[in-house]
């Protein structure tokens, strides 16, 4: 911490006469002698203080009965808010979804990834690589609005393009838009769509720093291409799967809602497989529905999610210092 | 290598490339059918749907979406969003990620859990919508779009793991020649931390440019409107309507509904810049995913 310009200073002064400011002094001093620091730090602190801290307090309407003149004072109601929520059947619902669809776009996101990140590692021609790669990379940079623009060009019962072109084949057109049992697949599949060029980039990276000489070895022992990603390549990338499919257990109960939202909207036939805490939680902002209700769902949710992400973090610390080295990002 | 290519390895060979190729077309399908019906002349689509191919083709939706004034608004809005919030949040997370960085700060480790605890515990919506708007009154204003998502905790670590790794030395040698902290990050530690900046600011610019939850939430009474929400508004008109015309007895007015062609068109806009710029940022944003994740 001693900075040499503190150092000067304090030695200057004999010990006998200076008397070491305490508290709220000594931090005011500190800032004296460093407002350039706390200048170029305050911006970011104050912008999270604002848009991160003051809502953590605000949680507490989920106590409260709200009403908008009086926000966050409020009166307090206790437990009313989440009695409410145990008796209502809708928890349960926005639970199983969230978490139902969050398994499935993590394992089939999983697969994907590791599936393309083997194969590529296997291409030799360099401008295939090049290509396909920057092709599966591109769905990654697309907002979710225009996929869901996209998206319904692709299904909509008149001019869809899956119905167009069972038309064209002379055959039944599908209802695939009011199908609330197929999107949970329509999810996911965009999902891989929009996932599977990013995510095998960090399969790759890891691919990269197998030792080419294991491969040299497997072949001269008769091992053939698959037998080689199979028994070579694929082990070595199996601990950076766990790790990830851990960290984005973590996530479960976030999940990027922003797709949920942007591609079903205010479909309500939809709502029994796709309505997720996050989902639920914008309708009823929109709605002014019961916001101290809502609160506590929000708040069952961030317990919920702290409590899987410290879970997951400890997994991770424990799982990496098993194999002797630090996967840790913080 | 020389190598003995088996029978068996060719086969394995030919699957690989087919079925990365097939993967390559699936990703690049919406694009397809998306730049394939802009141009398509709209009765056409009309009776067809959305077809692969054009039967005859027109730029007539891209003259319409052009000269619409909500879309230039939007565009201006959306740009003027992605360039000041990037350049800003640059700026900003730097400043904290350097304060961060220095090892003769008091009390870093608490600055980095006062950092780090926002990105476990999130709170949830409603306290969030009720803080801006009626707390910070953040509504209707361009600022709404802009400062709510300025402060990316994970990249103000990304960016100070990276201003730890540059030599100690540098920094220290300008303190003692009495160079301030704000000299110091100017002059030294952002030019030698132009990688780093460029694959945060490509993100934040990514994540600017396609945002629609700022607009959805904190815009009600303003005369503009960023393009990713005049796009989402869209759709959810177009499903509205087609769900009231499944009501028995409801007439509705069709004339105001933007045509199939204009749709796409509207969309081929808006993600326009994107993949302009693309071909020459990818290489940082490959970096930025593999920096941001767990070292293999």
Redesign the interface.
């Known amino acids: 911490m001693a900075s040499p310009v503190q150092s000067l200073k304090s030695g200057s002064t004999s010990p006998s006469t200076y008397k070491k400011p305490k508290g709220l002094a000594a931090f005011w001093l500190y800032v004296k002698e460093n407002w350039v620091l706390f200048a170029l730090g305050a911006p970011a602190l104050l912008l999270i203080f604002l848009f991160s801290y003051l809502p953590m307090f605000g949680t507490v309407i989920a106590f409260q009965d709200y009403s908008p003149r009086t926000m966050f004072l409020s009166p307090w109601v206790g437990f009313r808010n989440f009695r409410l929520l145990v008796e209502s059947p809708l928890v349960m619902r926005l639970v199983v979804n969230t978490i139902g669809l969050n398994v499935m776009f993590i394992a089939f996101t999983t697969f994907f990834s590791v599936l393309i990140a083997l194969l590529l590692n296997e291409v030799r021609k360099a401008y295939f690589k090049r290509l396909t790669q920057s092709i599966m990379f591109l769905p990654y940079f697309m907002g979710w609005t225009i996929v869901s623009m996209v998206l319904f060009g692709l299904v909509d019962y008149q001019v869809g393009t899956v119905n167009a072109l069972l038309t064209k084949l002379g055959l039944e057109r599908i209802i695939i838009t009011d199908n609330a049992a197929a999107w949970p697949w329509i999810l996911t599949l965009v999902r891989v769509w929009k996932g599977t060029g990013a995510g095998c980039i960090i399969y790759l990276a890891a691919l990269t720093s197998i030792d080419p000489q294991l491969y040299e070895a497997a072949a001269i022992d008769g091992a053939n291409r698959w037998q080689r990603m199979r028994y070579i390549s694929l082990p070595a990338i199996v601990p950076v799967i766990t790790l990830l499919i851990l960290l984005e257990i973590g996530r479960i109960f976030f999940g990027d809602f922003g797709m949920i939202y942007a591609l079903v909207g205010d479909k309500a036939q939809l709502f029994s497989t796709t309505d997720v805490i996050d989902t639920y939680l914008l309708r009823a902002l929109r709605s002014n529905a019961n916001y101290g209700f809502s609160a506590a769902i929000g708040l069952l949710q961030s317990v919920l999610g702290f409590i899987c992400i410290f879970g997951s973090n400890w997994i991770v610390k424990k799982y990496s210092q098993a194999r002797g080295e630090n996967y840790q990002l913080f | 290598m020389v ?1 003995q290519r ?1 029978a ?2 060719r086969v ?2 030919f699957l ?2 087919a ?3 097939l ?2 077309l ?3 399908f ?2 397809w ?2 730049i394939v ?1 802009s141009l398509t002349d709209d009765l056409v ?2 009776q ?5 191919w054009a039967r005859k083709w027109s730029l007539e939706a891209f003259r319409w979406v052009i000269s619409g004034n909500d879309m230039r608004t939007g565009y201006a809005v959306t740009i003027f969003v992605t360039v000041v919030g990037t350049i800003c949040s640059l700026f ?2 730097s ?2 990620a ?3 960085s ?1 090892k ?3 009390g870093r480790n608490k ?2 859990f ?3 605890f ?15 708007r ?3 009154h953040m509504h209707d204003n361009i600022w709404a779009l802009i ?2 998502m ?2 990316q ?1 994970f990249w ?2 990304v960016l100070r793991n990276f201003f730890s790794s540059l030599p100690s030395e540098l920094i220290e040698s300008a ?2 020649d009495g160079a ?3 000299t110091i ?1 100017l002059r030294i530690v952002l030019p030698l931390s132009t990688p780093a900046l460029a694959t945060v600011g490509l993100f934040m610019a ?1 994540a600017y ?5 700022l607009g959805v ?1 904190l815009l009600d009474f303003a005369n503009f409107r960023p393009l ?2 005049i ?2 508004k ?3 008109n ?3 309507i087609q ?1 009231a015309m499944k009501q028995p007895g409801v007439s509705i007015n069709l004339a105001g509904l933007p045509t ?1 062609s204009i ?2 068109a ?2 081929v806009i ?2 326009g810049p ?2 302009l710029a ?2 020459f940022v ?1 290489r940082y ?2 970096r930025g ?2 920096l941001g ?4």
């Open positions: 190598e088996t068996t390895d394995f060979d690989i490339y079925f990365l190729a993967f390559a699936f990703c690049l919406p694009f059918i998306m019906s689509l009309r067809d749907g959305y077809l692969p900003v997370m400043g904290l350097y304060v961060m220095l003769r700060l008091k600055l980095a006062y950092v780090f926002t990105m476990v515990f999130v709170p949830g919506l409603i306290p969030w919508f009720i803080t801006s009626n707390l910070l400062l709510p300025m402060v905790p103000v670590f303190y003692i301030s902290d704000s990050l990514v440019w396609n945002d629609w939850f939430m990713s929400v796009i989402l869209m759709v959810n177009v499903q509205a769900a199939l749709r796409m509207t969309a808006t993600i994107i993949i693309y071909p990818q944003f490959v995913l593999t994740s767990v070292k293999g």
